[in-house]
């Protein structure tokens, strides 16, 4: 059972029944559901009728639904995202079968669009589409007072921002203590990049700021240090950013930290000067790069300034110690492996803490779909709709990405091969290009150990070895060197069997060698 199954269990003690149960299935407990407690928030005068019981993917179908059904609710409401639509609709047909007199009410954005041909339409009573703060509240008064709509879906209101109520007081000191915060500044998105759902918002709208910022200082001294932001804009607006920025100066200590999704192409100097102030291990900024060919942000409506974006990322590694996530998509259309190589390669250069490479997804909606027959897009059916081929890419090209995609998370983004990773994509003879050289390493990998998950440490260090000298023509002694290097700070209880080949002495002796340089840095 699960910590998050014990904590439902606790609260169904608690509340014998209530009257609106607002529920979803997170994909990690760390994560806190910021749209339901949004829906409580504004439930006014239902607020105190309404339990938000959150669960993650782990538990099964039939445990979900009893500690649902326990509640003994009157309206169930649930959030479906593209992680958790297969589980969800198994734990709605189960609740359907039990309680068919309960009112069942979905939303999100998997139910938002094209809802009608999925199976989940047929488990539920109303859909509602869209923005759901006010929406969600009414429809819930004329359920409770007898009253049927006639439409079962039903498009949400989106009301003025100052209308709508904020939901941090929500926050539980459990959530303070062990999960995500989420905030934000602003909804919406003023950009129209098709592959995103936000390409259908008409621009991006600021709450109020100083209420914004009561509400910050209120998280603060209730103990919360680290904020994830949701805003799709973060530096839209240059005034609010160096709003939020200062106030958090003014709070700055050892355990501060910020996400922000930043627009690569717009950093005005006052932001740059500012964001010089934060101290390392401070910021995280997330850069949806997604792709550097023109032609391609140009067929899927992306506005971005390439040599500006480029400019501002090489800034911010060289400038200041924020650290940077930044994202690249496989699979758009009329881009092919020779283009993402480039955009690949290029991003490398800049030299970003971490590379996310996504693979395109078809989110219910977006404006994507509209190039399908054209550059012959082929979706997964099933979740999470990820795409199968293109007119530029074959199936078995998207394969090879998708062991690209999950080896560059387990060997680059890690941080575990750090030292080992510049000689393998810079230093290496297969090709100058750093995509092709992993490429290489990641096709290598899976045909050597079968597999792309579960894969031991100790596997992944020999693999890596083994076809960097092997294959991959790089210097035999550095590569040890380098591999040893990364193995002191891996934690592992047993050697490698390439350290062991070279004569390591031992672990403990790796080990305390490690402890004594991470001694060395901290005095220094």
Same mark, same amino acid.
């Given at each position: 059972?699960?910590?998050?199954?014990?904590?439902?269990?606790?609260? @169904?003690?608690?509340?014998?029944?209530?009257?609106?149960?607002?529920?979803?299935?997170?994909?990690?407990?760390? *994560?806190?559901?910021?749209?339901?407690?949004?829906?409580?928030?504004?439930?006014?005068?239902?607020?105190?009728?309404?339990?938000?019981?959150?669960?993650?993917?782990?538990?099964?179908?039939?445990?979900?639904?009893?500690?649902?059904?326990?509640?003994?609710?009157?309206?169930?409401?649930?959030?479906?995202?593209?992680?958790?639509?297969?589980?969800?609709? %198994?734990?709605?047909?189960?609740?359907?079968?039990?309680?068919?007199?309960?009112?069942?009410?979905?939303?999100?954005?998997?139910?938002?669009?094209?809802?009608?041909?999925?199976?989940?339409?047929?488990?539920?009573?109303?859909?509602?589409?869209?923005?759901?703060?006010?929406?969600?509240?009414?429809?819930?008064?004329?359920?409770?007072?007898?009253?049927?709509?006639?439409?079962?879906?039903? !498009?949400?209101?989106?009301?003025?921002?100052?209308?709508?109520?904020?939901?941090? *007081?929500?926050?539980?000191?459990?959530?303070?203590?062990?999960?995500?915060?989420?905030?934000? %500044?602003?909804?919406?998105?003023?950009?129209?990049?098709?592959?995103?759902?936000?390409?259908?918002? !008409?621009?991006? $709208?600021?709450?109020?700021?100083?209420?914004?910022?009561? &509400?910050?200082? @209120?998280?603060?001294?209730?103990?919360?240090?680290?904020?994830?932001?949701?805003?799709?804009?973060?530096?839209?607006?240059?005034?609010?950013?160096?709003?939020?920025?200062?106030?958090?100066?003014?709070?700055?200590?050892?355990?501060?930290?910020? *996400?922000?999704?930043?627009?690569?192409?717009?950093?005005?100097?006052?932001?740059?000067?500012?964001?010089?102030?934060?101290? %390392?291990?401070?910021?995280?900024?997330?850069?949806?790069?997604?792709?550097?060919?023109?032609?391609?942000?140009?067929?899927?409506?992306? =506005?971005?300034?390439?040599?500006?974006?480029?400019?501002?990322?090489?800034?911010?590694? +060289? &400038?200041?110690?924020?650290?940077? *996530? @930044?994202?690249?998509?496989?699979?758009?259309?009329?881009?092919?492996?020779?283009?993402?190589?480039?955009?690949?390669?290029?991003?490398?250069?800049?030299?970003?803490?971490?590379?996310?490479?996504?693979?395109?997804?078809?989110?219910?909606?977006?404006?994507?779909?509209?190039?399908?027959?054209?550059?012959?897009?082929?979706?997964?059916?099933?979740?999470?709709?990820?795409?199968?081929?293109?007119?530029?890419?074959?199936? %078995?090209?998207?394969?090879?990405?998708?062991?690209?995609?999950?080896? $560059?998370?387990?060997?680059?983004?890690?941080?575990?091969?750090?030292?080992?990773?510049?000689?393998?994509?810079?230093?290496?003879?297969?090709?100058?290009?750093?995509?092709?050289?992993?490429?290489?390493?990641?096709?290598?990998?899976?045909?050597?150990? +079968?597999? @792309?998950?579960?894969?031991?440490?100790?596997?992944?260090?020999?693999?890596?070895?083994?076809?960097?000298? &092997?294959?991959?023509?790089?210097?035999?002694?550095?590569?040890?060197?380098?591999?040893?290097?990364?193995? +002191?700070?891996?934690?592992?209880?047993?050697?490698?069997?390439?350290?062991?080949?070279?004569?390591?002495?031992?672990? +403990?002796?790796?080990?305390?060698?490690?402890?004594?340089?991470?001694?060395?840095?901290? =005095?220094?």
């Amino acid at each position: 059972m699960t910590s998050l199954s014990k904590k439902v269990i606790k609260k @169904t003690a608690i509340n014998k029944t209530v009257k609106i149960v607002l529920s979803t299935l997170n994909a990690r407990y760390i *994560h806190s559901s910021f749209g339901l407690r949004y829906l409580k928030a504004n439930m006014e005068e239902l607020e105190q009728e309404a339990e938000i019981v959150e669960f993650t993917l782990e538990p099964k179908p039939e445990d979900i639904a009893e500690q649902l059904l326990s509640l003994e609710p009157q309206i169930l409401i649930m959030s479906v995202y593209i992680w958790n639509t297969i589980q969800t609709e %198994a734990v709605l047909g189960i609740v359907r079968s039990l309680r068919p007199d309960l009112m069942i009410v979905v939303g999100g954005p998997e139910v938002s669009y094209e809802v009608e041909p999925q199976p989940i339409f047929q488990l539920v009573d109303y859909v509602i589409s869209g923005w759901g703060d006010v929406t969600a509240r009414e429809l819930c008064r004329k359920l409770l007072a007898g009253e049927r709509p006639e439409e079962k879906i039903i !498009k949400g209101e989106q009301p003025k921002l100052c209308e709508i109520k904020t939901p941090y *007081h929500l926050y539980t000191d459990e959530d303070i203590r062990n999960r995500v915060i989420y905030v934000e %500044a602003s909804r919406g998105c003023p950009y129209k990049c098709e592959f995103c759902l936000s390409a259908l918002d !008409k621009t991006a $709208w600021p709450f109020d700021i100083d209420l914004f910022l009561d &509400e910050m200082d @209120t998280l603060y001294k209730r103990g919360v240090r680290q904020f994830k932001f949701v805003d799709r804009t973060f530096n839209l607006n240059i005034k609010i950013s160096l709003r939020i920025l200062e106030f958090f100066l003014e709070r700055m200590g050892d355990d501060m930290f910020l *996400h922000f999704e930043l627009i690569p192409d717009n950093l005005p100097d006052a932001l740059k000067e500012t964001i010089q102030k934060f101290p %390392a291990g401070r910021l995280q900024f997330e850069i949806g790069i997604q792709t550097f060919n023109p032609e391609v942000q140009k067929l899927i409506s992306r =506005r971005q300034k390439n040599d500006k974006a480029e400019e501002n990322i090489l800034w911010l590694r +060289k &400038e200041t110690t924020a650290y940077l *996530h @930044t994202d690249l998509i496989f699979g758009l259309p009329s881009e092919g492996m020779e283009s993402f190589s480039q955009s690949f390669d290029k991003l490398y250069g800049l030299r970003p803490q971490e590379i996310q490479v996504g693979i395109l997804k078809r989110l219910k909606g977006s404006p994507i779909i509209r190039h399908a027959q054209e550059y012959e897009l082929r979706f997964n059916p099933n979740p999470p709709f990820n795409i199968l081929s293109t007119r530029d890419v074959s199936f %078995a090209e998207m394969q090879q990405m998708n062991r690209f995609a999950r080896f $560059w998370d387990m060997l680059a983004n890690s941080g575990r091969f750090r030292e080992s990773m510049p000689l393998l994509l810079e230093k290496g003879e297969v090709d100058n290009s750093p995509f092709k050289n992993f490429m290489c390493l990641s096709e290598e990998v899976f045909a050597r150990l +079968k597999q @792309t998950h579960k894969i031991s440490l100790l596997r992944l260090f020999d693999a890596v070895f083994d076809i960097g000298t &092997e294959v991959m023509e790089v210097d035999e002694s550095a590569l040890l060197v380098a591999i040893t290097a990364d193995f +002191k700070r891996s934690g592992q209880k047993s050697l490698p069997i390439c350290l062991k080949r070279a004569g390591a002495v031992s672990v +403990k002796s790796l080990q305390g060698e490690a402890a004594r340089g991470n001694q060395r840095q901290l =005095r220094h």
